[in-house]
T-cell receptor, first 118, second 112 residues
Framework: GAGVSQSPSNKVTEKGKDVELRCDPISGHTALYWYRQSLGQGLEFLIYFQGNSAPDKSGLPSDRFSAERTGGSVSTLTIQRTQQEDSAVYLC????????????????FGPGTRLTVT | KQEVTQIPAALSVPEGENLVLNCSFTDSAIYNLQWFRQDPGKGLTSLLLIQSSQREQTSGRLNASLDKSSGRSTLYIAASQPGDSATYLCAVRLLGSEKLVFGKGTKLTVNP
């Protein structure tokens, strides 16, 4: 089946504007993750969703960042009042979330959204 | 705080060489360690996943080892090919957590 998809692939926005990034996980995957990859930095964890449980938001860098997952599938990462330091590639990943399944631990990544804040 | 370090940051080799990429982590309380490949403009592709109870995993020309007690992993690539050129990332999953902590990667160039 299809892999993880993300849209848009590229986004250029002006400082202070809000942006929304979308992630479509692999069908049937209950776990969804957002990561950020800044120039010269490693990937850093942002947020994790698992089924109907409360999300793990421990990686969100500020209250300008938020994410939601509707219907246990599609997720949207929203950045309000964007700053230049928000420029990065935002990667989404999903995993089966079912401990009894082979590959439970494996995260499958989308191609990312490159965000540039001018 | 878990920190993951990858050495070298970049590596250039002629085609056909065997090579080793290194990854170290500061906290041995991990579920597993994963090696990924990242091509420019693309997402990450999982190469090998080693559970904390395992010592190594193999897939084709790739072999990854894990020494949890010393906080080290190596990715061995045999008979390198130009198509192996990419950035290789190492990541650990922490005990009691779902998130991965990544190193900054090793950029590999295999010259024909």
């Amino acid at each position: 089946g299809a892999g993880v998809s993300q849209s848009p692939s590229n986004k250029v926005t002006e400082k202070g504007k809000d942006v929304e990034l979308r992630c479509d996980p692999i069908s049937g995957h209950t776990a969804l993750y957002w990561y950020r990859q800044s120039l010269g930095q490693g990937l850093e964890f942002l947020i994790y969703f698992q089924g109907n449980s409360a999300p793990d938001k421990s990686g969100l860098p500020s209250d300008r960042f938020s994410a939601e997952r509707t219907g246990g599938s599609v997720s949207t990462l929203t950045i309000q009042r964007t700053q230049q330091e928000d420029s990065a590639v935002y990667l989404c990943a999903s995993s089966s979330g079912q401990m009894w399944e082979v590959g439970y631990y494996e995260q499958y990544f989308g191609p990312g959204t490159r965000l540039t804040v001018t | 705080k878990q920190e993951v370090t990858q050495i070298p940051a970049a590596l250039s080799v002629p085609e056909g060489e065997n090579l080793v990429l290194n990854c170290s982590f500061t906290d041995s309380a991990i579920y597993n360690l994963q090696w990924f490949r990242q091509d420019p403009g693309k997402g990450l592709t999982s190469l090998l996943l080693i559970q904390s109870s395992q010592r190594e995993q193999t897939s084709g020309r790739l072999n990854a080892s894990l020494d949890k007690s010393s906080g080290r992993s190596t990715l061995y690539i045999a008979a390198s090919q130009p198509g192996d050129s990419a950035t290789y990332l190492c990541a650990v999953r922490l005990l009691g957590s779902e998130k991965l902590v990544f190193g900054k990667g090793t950029k590999l160039t295999v010259n024909p």
